[in-house]
């Protein structure tokens, strides 16, 4: 650890080392697309599980068809949270250039008139 001192009162101060940046590469043979328009969250003290799936949204009868879970993604909270930081990054950019997303899906309808 690289040692600096404190001008004011000429302590030494510990600077810790700045990490050095990491190459990692990601191998992509054998992965699957899937689309998701339906999601919930659960989780344990130790891990958040995300569930997706789709939803139809059609009425057979007198009953909405079931949301299909089709995927589950199981991670730490650490591994969450930075997906949070990703994600929350990745919707400002494309709200920078897009306009806002509108996640209420009855102000997304275009009525005539």
Request: proline residues 10%; charged residues 20%; aromatic residues 8%.
């Amino acid at each position: 650890m690289a040692d600096e001192h404190e001008p004011s009162s000429g302590a030494v101060v510990p600077v810790p080392p700045q990490p050095q940046p990491m190459r990692l590469e990601i191998a992509t043979q054998g992965m699957t697309t899937a689309y998701a328009n339906f999601f919930r969250v659960a989780g344990t003290f130790e891990e958040l599980l995300l569930d997706f799936g789709f939803h139809t949204g059609l009425v057979v009868g007198n009953a909405t068809e079931p949301a299909r879970i089709t995927h589950r993604m199981v991670m730490s909270f650490p591994t969450a949270k930075r997906l949070l930081g990703a994600l929350q990054a990745a919707v400002q950019r494309h709200e920078q250039t897009f306009g806002p997303v509108e996640t209420d899906p009855q102000k997304r309808v275009r009525r005539p008139g």
